[in-house]
Every structure is written in structure tokens, then in C-alpha cells.
């Protein structure tokens, strides 16, 4: 009997539910499909699926710039919507973040946000910035180095040394003492960790509640979690130790403020660390990777990037990164990589307002969660002429021909405001110098029977976007004193 009564109560609350968020909801009049208007689940089996980015804009394209895409959820692809919800005056809130606790992308209120801010400025400050350099230069070596003894034994998983590469740079910057996965391998399993950290935060993203069994000790996702906050917690003490040793990020961070070491231990805590290497790592290596991916199918682009890199060389007899940094064609090249796969493709939530909000038009009712997705809105041709095709030149003056559509106002890659991307310029320096590096020394081929339509389906993008392997055939070029060549002959 008290089954019974049970069973109808929850099957009429229910149907209650279902009823009021299919028919009655105040977001009842905007489009999306009739399963995401019910339930979260919807989210949740694409996110497992894990192709998000592709089904957004597709949903984009068949039902137009306002999309609901949750109960409570809705996708807005326009460009008017930007500044609006996430420029400096935007009354939106920000969604808390289950997946990283006490960390500077966990702040969402504006106010604590921006006292966080304002320290975490101090490490990406131009000075602070150069500071790195050296750091930076070191593992690029090493990495061109690995890819040198790689390439001599078959096709290379480029991807995975980028990935590498970054992965040491961030341990140099957030510890102090870097991984040294390009050397040594990832014999801890450390970055496949945070790999898959990475997509179950993606989970908990969409069922904030799942994220209570990242705190059941017997799970898996658990002990992963322990293990690298374990990890992170003795890297923060043993670089703590060292207070002003070296001018690493952790310092700007921690030591330049004066603080004695008992204070360093709360404002550096380890899930910033961790913050750091999950932010920095495979978003940057992302991007060189699938602009090399690009570089492989586009020889005319290789050559005249390669020309420019060699002009450099030549000119100034080795590649800085203040060199790089001023380089037109390699700067194109990366954005236009950071368009076509933004490594955060699916945009950031934020919260209507009280009293709700007008954008672009449309009425959005208060605490709706709204997203700008990046892939979508990089893909717009209302923004971009030939929006699919990788093609650099459109971000130079003589690329943009009369009558195309070229709205820097669509690039989103580091989000937008005060919440963006605060570690942009160091991962453009990365990227530029990665590249650089890589392209100089080696010719590159992708292997025989390479289907890039079938790489392309394999990208999925949970949160970050994944690389699937690219088999790559490196050769080293001949180095003599005007830079490297293809043959011996200089
Ligand atoms: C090209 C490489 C990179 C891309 C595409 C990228 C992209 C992004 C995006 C889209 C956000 C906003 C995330 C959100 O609101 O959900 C973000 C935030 C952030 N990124 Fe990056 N990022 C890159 C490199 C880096 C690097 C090298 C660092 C260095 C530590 C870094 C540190 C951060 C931090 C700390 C935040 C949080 C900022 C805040 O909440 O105020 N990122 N990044």
C-alpha cells in the first residue's frame, strides 16, 4: 500500500514536471529539441557522446540564433549577445564551477572574482612574461629534440608531445619543477589524470549534483581526484619552501606580495595549481596541434609561414620569442587554428539577471542559464566568408576582400570580460614558439591513407576538445648558417 501511494506520488510529480517544463516553462516558446526542454539528461547522453560542439551548431543552424538546449538552458548564437552577457557591465552572474573548488574559475562573485584577480595579474604582466621566456625556450628544445629521436623510428603521435610539451612548461610554472613527461614519459600517469578529470568535470557541469562522487572514496573518479590533489598539495609545499627562488608563476602569485610562507599556503592553494596545469596544458597544445594538423594540408600556407620563420632566423641569427611575437603570418595562422577549433568550443554559462534580460531581441527570463558557444559563432558565414576553410590570409589587411564578412567581434576564443581567459598571451607565446620550432627543423607529412574527414569525427568536445591521433612522417632538415633546408645541399 505504502509502495503504491509512493509510486503515484513520484510518477504524478513527475509527469508535473515533465508537463510544466514542456508547455508551461517561460522559455516555452524558444526552440530546441523536445528532449533537452525536458530533462538534463539530454545534455548529459551528448556530452557522453561527446561530439557537443557539432550537435550546438547544428541545433544553430536548423532553429536559428536562440536555442534552448536544457530546462533551463538555452544557446544563443549572435554576436550582439557577447558583450552583453559577458562584457565588463554585464549584470550576469557567473555558474559556480563544481569540478574546480577554490580556485580562480570557481570565483563567481564578481567582487571576490576581481580581488583574485588583480593577483593573478601580477604573473602575466609583459615583465612577468619575459621572465618565462627562458623556461619556455628550454622545453621547446626538448621537445624538438624528442621529436628528432622520434621521428627516426616511423610516424610520430604529434599531438601527444604537444601535449607533453605544454604539460611540462605549466609544472615549471605552477611547481617550479617541471614533470619532465618529454623525457622521461608520463610515468606517473599524472596528464592522463587530468585528462580524464577533464571530461568527468564536463559531466558535472551539466549534473552539478554528480559531483558528490568525486567524494565517494570508493569510486574511481575519487581516487583520481585524490591522487592529483595529493600530487599538487606536495608540489605547492616543496615549492613553498623555496619562497623567492625563482620568478615563476607561483611566485608572482604568492612570494611578490611579501607574504610570509604560512599565508602563501591559502593563497596559492593546490587546486590553483592544479587550475593552472589544466588551463594552460592541453589548451595550448591544441591549438599548435591542429594548426600543424592544417600546415600538413596546406603546403602553400607551410611555405610562406616557413619563409617568414626563416627570415627571422636569418636576420637575427637565432628565433626569440620577442621575434616571434611581432611575426603577421604566424599570427594569422594561430588564429585562424583558434577559430576553426577553439579548444573550449562550447562557451561559458552564465545567469540571467533579476527581472531577466533582452538580448538581441529575444527575452531571456531571470536565472537562465545562457551560453555563446565559440565553434558555433567561429562557423557563423553572417561573420566569417567561408567560414569552414582554413584560409590565414583573412586575418591580414589584404585578405579581406570587398564584401566579406570578417567580425573580429565572432572570435571567442578566451571568452570575453573580465572572466576570460587570463593566460592567453603566455599561450600564444608557447604556440608561437612551439610551432616555429617545429616547422624549422622538420618537413611533415600526415601518413599514407590519412581520411581527414574521418579525424574530423573523431574530435569530440566535452569541455575541452579532444585530438584524436595524427599519425605524422617527420624529417629533420639539413641545419647550415642561413637557417634549416631540405636537402644537404645549403
Ligand atoms: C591558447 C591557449 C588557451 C586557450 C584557448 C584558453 C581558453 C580559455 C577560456 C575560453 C577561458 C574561460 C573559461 C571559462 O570561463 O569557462 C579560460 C580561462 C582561464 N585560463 Fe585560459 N586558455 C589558454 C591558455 C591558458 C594558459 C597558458 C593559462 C596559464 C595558466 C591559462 C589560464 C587560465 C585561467 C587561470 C583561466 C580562468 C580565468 C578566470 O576565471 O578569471 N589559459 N581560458
Redesign the pocket.
Known sequence: MWISTSAVYFISLTASILLYRGFLHPLGHVPGPFAACLSKLWAVAITLGGRNHVTILELHAKYGDFVRIGPNEVSLSNVEAIQQIYGPRSTYKGVPRPAHSES??SIRSHAE?SQR?KI?DRAFTTRALKDYHPLLSNRVRQLSDRLASECLKGTVDIGKWFNACAFDV?GD?AFDSGFDIVQKGDIDGYSRTLNEAVRIGAIFINLPWTAVSAKLPWLPVACKKAKLERFAQQQVRKRQAKVAYRKD?SYWLVCASGAAAVTCATQFSPAEAV??IV??SD??SL?AFFLLYFLAQHPSVLNRLRQEIQDVYITHGELTINHLNELPYLNACINES?RLF???PNG?PRLAPKGGATVGGYLIPEGTTVIVP?YTIHRDPRYWTEPNAFRPERWLPEGVMEGWHHDTRAFV???YG???????N???Q??RLTIAAVIQRFDFQLAAGFDARAFEQQITGEFLLTRPMLPMLLRERTKCERGWHQDSSC
Do not use: N, Q
Not at 573580465?418 to 592567453?424: K, V
Open positions: 580562480l574559475m572574482h584577480h593573478w605549466m610554472l608563476l587550475l593552472v588551463a594552460g589548451s595550448t591549438v583558434l577553439p579548444p573550449v561559458h565559440a576564443p578566451f571568452s573580465p572572466y576570460s581567459c587570463i593566460g592567453r603566455l599561450g600564444r608557447e604556440i
